[in-house]
């Protein structure tokens, strides 16, 4: 059953705080089944933009693991972005109908949330700060700021150091890590 629709965040954390990754997998272990096998992780992006490179970036960290059993879609060589979103998902469904999506995209927010890593229970909505149309993805969204929304969105995109989704990233993929890893014990 897919979780309800919600557009407010539940939680949010800033990369660089002070335990981060274990609050990360803390909050992963209360929000992703991980004790089930059909849980599909989308990492939603592409690497031709700096600032849209996270989910791409995680995806990438994730398959690295040989620990990480989860399918993931979505890596810097097979991108998951805007042109094959559709199609990676309806694939999906047919192959693993009852899965458990786990969408990881990059989203532009306010100044001082740069480097906010938030978590919300339903989909989330990729293309939306672009004005893209695509469909809502996942049971569960993690979305990383990566940069200020509000004008020439694509520029900013464009021109966001790539240090910082690199660094989320990497944030990210050890706290999921670590969350499967602790939901085995």
């Not at 993690?142 to 995109?157: R, S, W, Y």
């Amino acid at each position: 059953m897919r979780a309800a629709l919600s557009t407010t965040c539940d939680f949010r954390i800033h990369y660089k705080e002070v335990g981060a990754v274990w609050k990360l997998s803390s909050l992963f272990l209360e929000h992703i089944p991980f004790h089930e096998e059909n849980i599909v992780f989308f990492c939603i992006g592409t690497d031709r933009s700096t600032g849209d490179a996270l989910g791409p970036l995680t995806g990438s960290f994730l398959t690295e693991s040989p620990l990480f059993p989860f399918p993931v879609v979505g890596t810097l060589e097979d991108p998951l972005h805007a042109l094959n979103l559709q199609q990676r998902l309806d694939e999906t469904i047919q192959s693993y109908p009852s899965a458990f999506i786990v969408a990881i995209d990059a989203c532009l927010g306010k100044g001082g949330s740069i480097g906010q890593l938030l978590i919300q229970s339903g989909p989330l909505h990729p293309g939306k700060a672009v004005g893209k149309e695509l469909p809502s993805v996942g049971d569960v969204a993690i979305k990383g700021i990566v940069n200020i929304a509000g004008f020439m969105e694509h520029a900013v995109l464009q021109s966001t150091r790539l240090l910082l989704p690199y660094e989320m990233s990497r944030i990210l993929g050890r706290s999921m890590q670590l969350a499967y890893g602790r939901s085995k014990s």
